[in-house]
């Protein structure tokens, strides 16, 4: 890719650019955090906002070249190895740092050590690392998954495991053995005993599962509208995570909709709002790929009225490029629920859910979908979008229906009470106030100017609530002293054919 169509691009995991060469501080930082994470590219002498080429003095690349070298070299811990490279652009002069991803993390500032030293990125900002990931980065540079880790405080036989052992023969066509839980690393022995790993804990419903994991749950949410406000509906769904992801899916499928396109033949074609086949792929991926160590922090799926969105705790894995769909792409984070949940068959094929992911969308031009990485999360969002032309075809659907509506009660109304439109009385003028605000008796006399309620006001009223052009606001206690009068559609209508007249 030319620098062009670099630049192009947005800054963010994998991308970086410096008008100048940054301070010693904020260079170390970026150089860490890369190698800490999917690796990156640092271009200096190119401006941010806005994104411009200004270029760096071709007689101080050399310099610049040899400060950087130097500070990675005494500041970065374990070595990191830059590839810098020079590159010019109609005269203007470049630098190209590229740091790829580290093979020993956690990657740190020398200076300040491990605990206060290791950084990660964040979007396009670095960001200091919580215990958590520095933890899960020295897993990554042992090559082990949180997943595979021992629990020492329970032995494995105490585990409340009925309704796995149930699911799985019923999926797996198997008994869930000692022998099936040691092949399928779910216990290990350490000193002659045998212990569960975190992924049996995940997989129990016994109590120490709710201690250790509370947030290993979908939470599931339909709401009014286009941003997170008003419920419709809501589901939380924290039992055995081999069946969150078919539990979480019957719950977007109650909340999309499914219509006829048209007919082949004879034959009826049902389409759903959504690809679905997508929307089950993430839904699996999120819940198997999510990192589980990772506190407090648990999968959400949000349903609004213009999208739908699947956000899992955990970044994106950084060999897997939702750009590139069709690449069958495949990497585990979790290396023994994976394996077990393909046997289960939630996983059908290694390498094949992106690429159902793209041949699903494809059958679906009308809707978008985007991916995003807000904090230490991944979340993707199918998006409708024609949604707004849609509301307001709606719309001005919903506006033609009530001006026919309104057409058909104002011509009743001209034949029903052709009196009243002739003689603009104290039928009229009581109705307008009312109109205006919501009054009592009382109130409507005072505002004809009336000393006391008359006997032919008391009448006018009966008729106005017997027409059905006001109605009480206490129906239910007519003669209530709080009680009111409100106009109702019929009035209103009855109001414009009087201004009509």
């Excluded at 609004?304 to 769909?325: A, Q, W, Y």
């Amino acid at each position: 890719m030319n620098i062009l169509t670099k630049i192009q691009q947005p800054e963010g995991r994998r991308l970086e650019f410096k008008e100048n060469i940054p301070t010693n501080s904020d260079l170390t930082k970026t150089i860490v955090a890369f190698a800490n994470d999917a690796g990156g590219e640092l271009f200096i002498g190119i401006k941010n906002n806005p994104r411009e080429i200004t270029g760096l003095i071709k007689e101080n690349l050399d310099s610049i070249e040899n400060k950087i070298s130097n500070l990675v070299n005494d500041q970065c811990t374990p070595t990191v190895l830059p590839e810098i490279t020079f590159i010019e652009e109609n005269g203007k002069h470049v630098i190209k740092v590229y740091i790829h991803k580290g093979s020993k993390p956690p990657y740190f500032i020398s200076s300040k050590g491990k605990e206060k030293g290791v950084y990660t990125r964040v979007g396009s900002s670095n960001r200091l690392a919580s215990n958590e990931i520095i933890q899960e980065l020295e897993r990554q540079g042992q090559n082990i998954s949180f997943d595979s880790e021992l629990f020492f405080n329970k032995n494995y036989g105490e585990l409340n495991l009925d309704n796995f052992k149930s699911f799985f023969k019923e999926k797996a066509n198997e008994n869930l053995t000692f022998e099936v839980l040691r092949k399928l690393n779910l216990v290990n022995e350490e000193q002659g005993q045998v212990f569960p790993t975190n992924a049996l804990i995940l997989l129990s419903d016994d109590v120490k599962k709710r201690e250790l994991f509370p947030n290993a749950k979908v939470e599931c949410a339909r709401f009014k509208g286009t941003i997170p406000g008003t419920f419709i509906d809501q589901k939380t769904i924290d039992g055995n995570i081999a069946l969150q992801a078919e539990q979480a899916y019957q719950f977007v499928l109650r909340h999309i909709s499914e219509g006829t396109e048209d007919y082949k033949g004879v034959y009826r074609n049902d389409r759903w709002e959504y690809p679905i086949v997508a929307i089950r792929e993430v839904i699996r991926n999120a819940v198997i790929h999510r990192d589980y160590s990772l506190t407090g922090k648990d999968i959400k799926i949000a349903i609004f009225d213009d999208k739908l969105e699947i956000t899992s705790p955990g970044k994106l894995l950084p060999t897997v490029d939702f750009n590139d769909m069709d690449a069958g792409q495949s990497d585990v984070r979790n290396k023994v629920l994976a394996p077990v949940f393909k046997r289960l068959g939630i996983i059908e094929q290694w390498g094949n859910g992106l690429q159902l992911i793209a041949d699903d969308l494809k059958e679906y031009p009308e809707i978008a979908l985007t991916w995003k990485e807000p904090g230490i999360a991944f979340r993707v969002s199918f998006i409708k979008k024609n949604y707004a032309s849609q509301q307001e075809s709606q719309q001005e659907s919903q506006l033609e229906s009530q001006l026919e509506l309104q057409l058909e009660l104002q011509l009743e109304l001209k034949h029903e009470l052709r009196h009243e439109l002739e003689h603009k009385s104290l039928f009229s003028k009581a109705l307008k106030i009312v109109a205006v605000k919501t009054s009592s008796t009382k109130e409507i006399a005072h505002s004809l100017k009336q000393k006391s309620v008359t006997g032919q006001l008391k009448k006018i009223i009966r008729k106005l609530l017997h027409l059905q052009l006001i109605e009480w606001t206490i129906p239910d206690k007519p003669k209530s002293s709080k009680q009111q009068y409100k106009i109702t559609k019929r009035g209103l209508a009855f109001l414009q054919l009087l201004t009509k007249k």
